[in-house]
C-alpha cells in the first residue's frame, strides 16, 4: 500500500511542471525615457487572448494615458522610443476602439496613473496571442504621455512615448 501512495505521489508530481505549462506566460520590463526601470507587465494567454497585467511606476500623475502594443522589438530612450514603431496592426484595421473600421490589434483602453504616479492594471486583449498568428512576444508595450481618443488616425492623439517594454 506504501508503495502505491508513493507511486501516485510521484505520479502527481511529474504531471505538475505539465500542468503549469498550459498557460503560457512572457514578461515585459519597462522603462522610462532616462532609460531606468519602471515597472513590469505580466502577460498570460488565455483561451481567447491575451491579460496583461501592469504595475509601471514614474508616469504622470492623476492621469488617463493611453496604452498599446507596438510592432518592433526596441526600446531605445535615447530617441523617444521610436524604435518601437508603430501601433501592432496586422490586419490593416483603423486605429481606435471607436473607430468605424478599428480597432487593430494594438488598441487598447487608456489607463489611470494614481497620484503617486503608479499605474496598476490588469487589460485584457482578445485579439492577440503571445505566439503564432497574432502573436505579441517580441513586441512591445507602450505607455504614452496623453489618454487616446479611439479615433483620430494614426494613434489617438495619444502623445509622448513615456514608458516601453518588449514583451519576451
Known sequence: MR??????????????????QDRQTAVANFVGPDGKQAGRAVLTEAKT?????????????????????????????????????????????EHGLLAANGPHAGDM????????????????????KLDGKNGIRGRT??????SDDYRS????????RLACAVIE
Not at 508595450?141 to 496623453?146: D, P, Q
Open 109 to 128: 483602453p487608456n489607463q489611470y496613473v494614481d497620484q503617486d504616479g503608479k499605474l496598476r492594471a490588469q487589460v485584457f486583449n482578445g485579439m492577440v
Open 3 to 20: 508503495t502505491i501512495i508513493i507511486a501516485a505521489a510521484l505520479a502527481l508530481a511529474a504531471s505538475l511542471p505539465a500542468m503549469a
Open 153 to 160: 488616425q494614426p494613434v489617438g492623439g495619444a502623445g509622448k
Open 49 to 93: 487572448g491575451v491579460l496583461i497585467e501592469l504595475d509601471i511606476s514614474g508616469l504622470p500623475v492623476n492621469r488617463w494615458v493611453a496604452f498599446h502594443i507596438h510592432e518592433n522589438n526596441r526600446c531605445d530612450h535615447t530617441h523617444g522610443f521610436e524604435s518601437a514603431g508603430g501601433h501592432y496592426n496586422p490586419t490593416n484595421a
Open 141 to 146: 508595450l507602450m505607455i504614452h504621455a496623453e
